[in-house]
C-alpha cells in the first residue's frame, strides 16, 4: 500500500488545519499523551520565531496521505547545527568533516528543544505500520535527493525503534530519570519506600526550601496571568544564558503558551513579599508530567529541588499521574527519588563507510548505556526488598 500513499513536505504548519495535524498527533479525546507533537505546541514555536529563519531549525514538516487523506505527519526540520536535541552528535560531524565529507544540513524528526520521549512519526488510527513505513521511507528519500548527511528520529517510543531498525535505521540509547508513581495517595506513601537516610535528607531539603520566607504556588489555566510569563521569562533568560549561551526560546513563546496552551502547562513559582523570586514550567500530559525549564533571580538553599521535583510529585500524586519527567541529565535527581530509565533514537547515515563506523559506535555505546542504567539503578533512594522496616 505504501507505494500508493503521496509524501510531502510543509515549511509551515499554519498550512495544515490543525484537525487534520492532530487527527495523528493527539488522536484520542481528551488530553494528549504529551502536548509537545500537537499543533498548538508546534505553531507556539514557528509563530513565535523560536524555529524557523535564522533559528538553525527550518520546518520541513513531513505529510503522507492516501486517496486524499492524511494519514501520518512527522515533525521534521532541516538542521544547520546540532544545537537544541540533546542527542547530540558533534563527535561525528567531527570525524566527517575530518574526513573531507559535509554534514550540515541534515534532517531530523524531533520536538526543538524538549528531550520527551514520545511518537515522532504521528499516524491516524488504523494506519500506524503503513504510516510509519511511509514516513521513513519518504524521509530518507528526501535525504538521498537531496544529497544530505544524515536523518535523525529522537526520543522515539519503543514502537517506533523496532519499525525504525526493521527498516535499516541505526539504534541509539541514553538515559534520563523518572519519578515513577507506585500508586501514593500522600508524598508520605512516596517517602515510605525510601531508605531511612533518602527519606530524612528529602525531609530537610523540603523544610529547608519551604522555610525560605515566601510562599509556593502552583498555576495552571486561567489561573496563569500574563505578568506570570513576564516573570518566568526573566528565569528562563537566566538559566538558558548559563546553559546554552543563548535561550533557545523567545519571549513571543511564552505569550504563544498563553494564549493557546494554559491548560497544558503547570508553573510552579516561589514568592517573596508577594514577587516571584523563583519558578519551574511543566507540560501536563495524559499520564506523565514533564519537567521543562526552572531559573531563579535568588538563590535559596534546596528551593531548585522543592519546585522542580517535589513541587512535580506533589501535583502528579494528587493527580492521579503515573510519572513525571524531569528532563535531560542530572545525577543528583537519583536520591529525590527519580531512577535512571532509557531513552531511544533512530538515525540514517548515506555514507556506507561512515554509517559502518557509526554503527560499531552505537553497538558499544548501547552496551555502555544498559550498564550504567543498571549500576545507577543500585544506587537509587528505595528501600530493598532484604532491608528491614526502618524508623525515623
Request: glycine share 10%.
Amino acid at each position: 500500500m505504501t507505494d500508493q500513499i503521496e509524501i510531502s513536505l510543509m515549511n509551515s504548519l499554519g498550512a495544515m488545519p490543525p484537525e487534520d495535524w492532530d487527527a495523528c498527533a493527539a488522536p484520542r479525546d481528551g488530553r494528549p499523551e504529551d502536548p509537545f507533537v500537537t499543533h498548538r505546541f508546534l505553531m507556539a514555536l514557528e509563530r513565535s520565531g523560536s524555529v524557523g529563519p535564522g533559528t538553525g531549525w527550518q520546518p520541513s514538516y513531513l505529510v503522507a496521505r492516501a486517496a486524499g487523506q492524511v494519514i501520518a505527519v512527522a515533525p521534521m526540520y532541516a538542521k544547520s547545527h546540532s544545537q537544541g536535541e540533546y542527542v547530540f552528535d558533534h563527535n561525528w560531524v567531527h570525524a566527517y568533516e575530518r574526513a573531507g565529507g559535509r554534514y550540515y544540513p541534515k534532517l531530523q524528526i524531533a520536538v526543538p528543544f524538549t528531550p520527551v520521549t514520545g511518537r515522532r512519526l504521528l499516524a491516524r488510527p488504523g494506519f500506524e505500520a503503513v504510516g510509519q513505513a511511509a514516513l521513513v521511507r519518504g524521509a530518507v528519500e528526501i535525504a538521498e535527493q537531496n544529497r544530505l548527511s544524515s536523518l535523525h528520529l529522537t526520543f522515539c517510543t519503543e514502537d517506533e525503534i523496532a519499525a525504525g531498525k526493521a527498516m535499516g535505521l541505526m539504534h541509539r540509547t541514553g538515559q534520563q530519570f523518572h519519578w515513577d508513581n507506585a500508586d501514593y495517595t500522600t508524598f508520605d506513601d512516596f517517602l515510605a519506600a525510601l531508605s531511612s537516610r533518602k527519606r530524612k535528607n528529602i525531609r530537610k531539603e523540603r523544610a529547608q526550601a519551604q522555610g525560605f520566607g515566601g510562599e509556593i504556588m502552583q498555576l495552571t489555566g486561567k489561573a496563569i496571568e500574563p505578568e506570570h510569563w513576564d516573570a518566568f521569562w526573566t528565569f528562563y533568560q537566566d538559566t538558558g544564558g548559563r546553559k546554552w549561551g543563548t535561550p533557545y526560546l523567545t519571549r513571543a513563546f511564552f505569550d504563544e503558551l498563553h494564549e493557546t496552551m494554559r491548560a497544558d502547562v503547570l508553573l510552579v513559582l516561589a514568592l517573596r513579599d508577594g514577587q516571584p523570586i523563583a519558578g519551574a514550567l511543566n507540560f501536563i500530559g495524559r499520564e506523565r508530567l514533564f519537567g521543562r525549564y526552572w531559573g531563579c533571580t535568588e538563590y535559596h538553599p534546596s528551593l531548585h529541588f522543592e519546585l522542580c521535583y517535589y513541587q512535580a510529585i506533589d501535583y502528579a500524586i494528587a493527580h492521579g499521574l503515573k510519572r513525571v519527567e524531569a528532563g535531560a541529565q542530572g545525577e543528583h535527581k537519583l536520591a529525590r527519588g527519580y531512577l535512571p530509565n532509557t531513552t531511544h533514537s533512530l538515525h540514517w547515515i548515506a555514507d556506507p563507510g561512515f554509517a559502518r563506523a557509526v554503527g560499531d559506535y552505537l553497538e558499544a555505546e548501547r552496551a555502555a548505556v544498559a550498564e550504567e542504567v543498571e549500576v545507577l539503578t543500585a544506587y537509587g533512594p528505595f528501600k530493598s526488598t532484604a532491608e528491614e522496616e526502618d524508623h525515623d
